[in-house]
């Protein structure tokens, strides 16, 4: 028997296919870094088409949460900061987290890091191996990705703007208490000013008629890729079909060890997880400790539902 030739092995059409089939790997990773960076353009995996709906990543949850230094109580209106809560909470867990600005966050997940810089270092080795192949419409076909990618983050770049954050408060600490679904329970601290970076107003600003116009062109980038892909060479196919399968688990793989959520200059990250029996157990143990720090208020308790009243809180506020 002979051995079959990659061309009886491998389809022309599998590389645009793959490019087109459904993924969430960039949408999670456009959340969790708070918007997209240039370098973005050539990490090329499944899942372009989808990007511009990043928003939807919070599964339309808008968890109550309240402010334990003044009782006020309000949502969580940022999807992406939701998004990060609902990954990283425990259910019958409270999760502390710390939030703190710091503009030069680009290595906060080192192995993060690694693992992307991997996926666009493929690219540009595949790259090179096709123009080396002359395989002109493999080249075309990894440049409609590219452009489609520049376009969309072109797009979130315009979108990704720092809006209305309330009043500041510079200089005044913040402590936050988070009832997240099912039953995961996330405490997040830092400056108020920060704090409202991360939970307060719009994320991603309303697609003006210029973004819609350039998502509708990347769009169109992704699906005319296809042309390119049944004119190009079995191995050119090939070399890119596997571009894009490696490139979609090295992003997956990235997501995956990103510990921390990047907003706005501003960085959140897991300090603590501790385990309850019961969610009183953990309202108790919370006013215990800012009791011992000057501060009695257990309103916020009252307002989440914690507790059905002070009585509830037994001797720790006495």
Not at 31 to 44: H, K, N, P, R, V
Not at 132 to 160: E, M, P, Q
Not at 191 to 210: E, F, I, N, P, R
């Amino acid at each position: 028997m002979f051995a079959p030739k990659i061309s009886q092995l491998f389809y022309p059409q599998a590389a645009s296919l793959i490019a087109l089939a459904p993924s969430e790997t960039i949408l999670k990773r456009t959340a969790l870094t708070g918007g997209a960076s240039w370098l973005d353009i050539f990490l090329l995996a499944p899942g372009i088409l989808s990007q511009q709906d990043a928003p939807k990543v919070n599964d339309s949850e808008y968890p109550a949460t309240a402010a334990m230094t003044t009782g006020y109580v309000f949502r969580v209106e940022n999807q992406a900061t939701v998004g990060y809560l609902q990954r990283i909470g425990k259910t019958g867990h409270l999760t502390t987290l710390h939030v703190e600005e710091r503009p030069d966050s680009l290595h906060i997940d080192p192995l993060a890091s690694f693992a992307y810089l991997a996926g666009v270092a493929s690219t540009a080795c595949v790259a090179a191996a096709l123009a080396k192949l002359g395989d002109h419409a493999a080249l075309g076909f990894l440049g409609s990705l590219i452009a489609a990618r520049a376009l969309n983050v072109a797009v979130l770049k315009r979108r990704a703007r720092k809006g209305w954050k309330g009043m500041p408060e510079p200089g005044t600490y913040g402590d936050l208490m988070v009832l997240v679904s099912q039953d995961k329970w996330v405490r997040i601290r830092g400056l108020v000013d920060d704090l409202k970076t991360v939970t307060a107003g719009q994320w991603l600003q309303d697609m003006s008629a210029l973004d819609s116009l350039l998502a509708s062109a990347a769009s169109l980038l992704v699906y005319g890729s296809v042309a390119f892909a049944w004119q190009a060479t079995p191995l050119g196919s090939a070399l890119t079909a596997g571009l894009l399968a490696l490139s979609a688990t090295l992003l997956g793989l990235t997501n995956s060890l990103t510990t921390k959520l990047r907003m706005f200059g501003c960085v959140v990250g897991v300090t603590d997880v501790k385990k309850y029996e019961r969610r009183l157990f953990m309202a108790q143990d919370i006013v215990r400790e800012r009791r011992a720090a000057g501060d009695s208020n257990v309103d916020w308790a009252l307002r989440l539902g914690l507790v059905k009243d002070a009585k509830d809180l037994g001797e720790v506020i006495l």
